[in-house]
């Protein structure tokens, strides 16, 4: 059916995905993105999984030798810097910037408008409305709210559901190649390294460096962190030099100095010297306060909610990207070519809604021994099952879970099974 319109809120990964499937269909797309100047990298890597590599080919857009960097395998690292595990697992990680330009390779410049904030929408039986901030609107036959963690169509859609802080942050940053030891680069640097610590986890890995250089020498280690933290020791890592505290996340240049050089000095004492030396050589790390959150509907009437505006699963893994990709996709499936967009959705929210809620509750799973304190025996024991090193390693950045356990193509091209 031709001239049906779609209205997408948010001009990230889920909003260009959504695009992208949308418009194979026909569909006359346009993408409102609240801020006013180009999106770039927050300046965390990106582990790709065969699913996401999926959806670019769905998109036309198969891009394995120019994607990432190639990973072979996982190595798990003691107090002392020894070596004690290995798991093979071939993988590419990449960035969220190469990721993002990949997309935007295939989406017409003419249908993103910056700089266009949503407030709120209208809808009835045949059309929905859309209003932003500067006093314009939208009218068309579908809403597609792609607007992130603390998404504005869903306030409009469930304004009582709101994320919840699991306890957490993960330190972030990304160390350049070329400033690491001769050694690190031969051992370490290729690989995805693991270091458990009681309580805490640290990851690193390769990732594409500045400009999106897969060259090597040019590359980029990625590091995240994960810290136990209480809620007081939060709101001190959200208050800036200032004084001022920030809700929720605080941008990367305001997180306070003293704050830095606290989680300097414990990576000091504490880690092990391959991961020492990796966050010597970060020049501004950032923490990402990790939350949960599980819409309780994706759907109402002809607007629906996306991505990480729908659930918030816990970096463990890295399915942000890969989540927004495929409750695209399945938008684009259930409306076709907008017969009856309210039912379609519906479908939509029925078939989406249990995946979410399970990649939320894996990872929480995942994420269930980074804390201090347990409330009973139980809670310890199985926290601490869910902390053995081969077992982190193996579950950490795959999608296994979602095929019952079954290794991906990339596990079985590595194990020959
Ligand atoms: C600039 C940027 C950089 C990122 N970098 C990384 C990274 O390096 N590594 C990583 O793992 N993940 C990164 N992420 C997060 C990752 O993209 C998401 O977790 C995941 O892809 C899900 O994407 P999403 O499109 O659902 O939400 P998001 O990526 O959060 O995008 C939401 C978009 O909606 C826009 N928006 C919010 N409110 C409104 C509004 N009221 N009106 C209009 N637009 C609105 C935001 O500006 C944003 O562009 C980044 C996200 C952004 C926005």
Redesign the pocket.
Known sequence: MAGRKAIV???????VFSALYLRRLGWDVRI????SVP????????VTHPELRQALADLGRAAESDLGVPIEKRIAIDAQGEVFAEHPRRQIST???RLFEILNEVLPKDIYELG????SFEQDAHSITAR?ADGTSATGDLLVG????????RGVLTPEAKPVFAGYVGWRGLADEARFTPEFRRDVFDTFAFHLPPGEQIIGYPAAGPGNDLRPGHRSWNIVWYRPTTAEQLRRFLTDDTGHEHSVSIPPPLISRSVIAEMRDIAERTLPPQFREAIRIIDQPFFQPIYDFEAPTMAVGRACI????AFVVR?HV?A??V??AQDAEAIARHVGGGEDVIGALRAFDAERRPIGAAFVAHVRRLGSYIKREFASEAERSYALANAEPMRVMVETAVLDFMTGGEPTEEKRAVSGA
């Open positions: 809120v948010g001009g990230s990964m889920g909003g409102f993105e609240r801020s999106l770039v990298g927050r300046g965390a890597g990106i960035s969220w910037n266009k904030e949503f407030v932003f792609a607007d992130g963690f603390r998404s504005q169509v996306i991505g990480d505006a970096p890295g942000g990207v989540k927004a």
